[in-house]
């Protein structure tokens, strides 16, 4: 049986992008081997249904985290498991993010296996704390990435504008396009309640629901603005966490609107759609502050299709071709919390409008689902063998 070796720079806990790649190659006759980074509590072996995971400890990792000692533990990081990925002799190295690309290079180069490069953002416009090290990082970077994109089998990302980006940054033919969708909702959901009883929202309200990671640059603010003029009939769930957890709280109390936002922790995503399901409308909020945020396709926005709930999503490129193509929700401009509140009480006050969206996004579902996207998945591999 021929190894898949995937080489992703975390600690691997609950990648749900991977985890289905994992299952898809796996399903298609590979030995997958997922070589991670180790942390505290986790084990650093683990056999699952689908593939084996190491997850590798560095004893660099607890040094400073200065930029310039970074770099050293990145060369213990490199050194570890392209040792160790060289003995597995893969016939296939799937890098995830370009961390991981230099070291699946290298082991591609020496065992003469297919490489593809797996680019879950747009690195070379991401944002990077300013200082001469970590520019000089960030140039070097840009240069390997182009270096390695060009000598890859294949290229994947995660929306149409970040491939055409790509190809143009490197000069390479358009990357495949791979969304992170999840599988379709089988079987079907079984309480549409859990939200409102375990955050004792009263059943009368509509949830409005933010899920993911509460980053910087989302606009989640104006989230919190919007619902000072968001009409009774609504509140506003957060569902997830990050590093604005504390200032979105803080927020929320400042303006007395601790009967209108609530806080639920993350769920597993064995269960997250059951809760998903219990909004009356799904957000996605972005920002434009860099072409890595402007292009995104998170993957909250294909839950809740999946969820069956009608989304609102702030006007950039390709979340609005989503929603548009299928008629599932509305778009917002960003940073305008009075016309994100105008739109949001417009859609309470229409529910025969809500309903022909959530009608379109049963249909969506049917479509945009892992078991139509994992074809092309499957194209590349076979290219490949």
């Given at each position: ?10 600690d ?24 991670a ?7 650093e ?20 985290k ?73 140039q ?65 309200k509509?949830?409005l ?27 506003l ?60 396709l ?11 709930v ?27 919390p009075?016309?994100?509140?105008c ?6 006050e229409?529910?025969k409008q ?22 092309k ?6 290219s490949?063998?």
């Open positions: 049986m021929d190894t898949v070796l995937m080489i992703v720079l975390k691997f806990v609950n990648d749900s992008r991977i985890l289905r790649e994992c299952a898809t190659v796996h399903n298609m006759g590979y030995r997958v081997v997922v070589y980074l180790h942390s505290e509590s986790l084990p072996y683990e056999k699952q249904d689908n593939y084996e995971l190491y997850r590798f400890k560095l004893t660099t990792k607890k040094w400073p200065h930029p310039f000692i970074q770099i050293f533990k990145y060369l213990e990081c490199f050194i570890r498991i392209a040792w160790k990925g060289t003995k597995l002799n893969p016939k296939v190295v799937h890098c995830h993010d370009i961390s991981a690309l230099p070291i699946g290079f290298v082991i591609s180069l020496k065992l003469k296996s297919k490489l593809i490069y797996d680019s879950h953002e747009l690195w070379s416009n991401y944002n990077y704390r300013k200082s001469l090290v970590v520019s000089a990082q960030k070097l970077s840009n240069i390997l990435e182009k270096f390695l994109m060009r000598r890859s089998d294949a290229v994947i990302t995660v929306s149409d504008s970040i491939a055409n980006y790509l190809s143009a940054f490197a000069r390479i033919k358009k990357p495949f396009v791979i969304r992170n969708i999840p599988n379709s909702n089988n079987p079907n959901i079984q309480d549409i309640n859990l939200l409102k009883k375990n955050l004792h929202i009263p059943k009368d509509k949830i629901l933010f899920q993911g990671g509460f980053a910087s640059n989302a606009g989640l603010e104006d989230l919190v603005a919007a619902m000072e003029l968001v009409l009774p009939a609504a509140v769930v957060f569902m997830g966490g990050g590093i604005l957890n504390n200032k979105l709280h803080n927020l929320v109390k400042r303006k007395s609107l601790n009967n209108k936002v609530f806080f639920h922790a993350y769920v597993d995503n064995q269960v997250l759609l059951n809760y998903t399901a219990c909004a009356s409308i799904g957000i996605s909020s972005s920002s434009s502050i860099n072409l890595d945020y402007r292009y995104a998170p993957n909250k926005l294909f839950e809740y299709i999946q969820a069956g009608p989304v609102l999503v702030t006007d950039l490129p390709d979340m609005r071709k989503i929603v548009m193509e299928y008629k599932i929700g509305e778009t917002y401009p960003e940073g305008d009075q016309e994100l509140a739109i949001i009480n417009r859609l309470l229409n529910p809500l309903e022909i969206y959530k009608k379109n996004v049963k249909e969506a579902a049917k479509i945009l689902n892992w078991e139509n996207e994992e074809n998945l499957k194209i590349i591999y076979k490949l063998s």
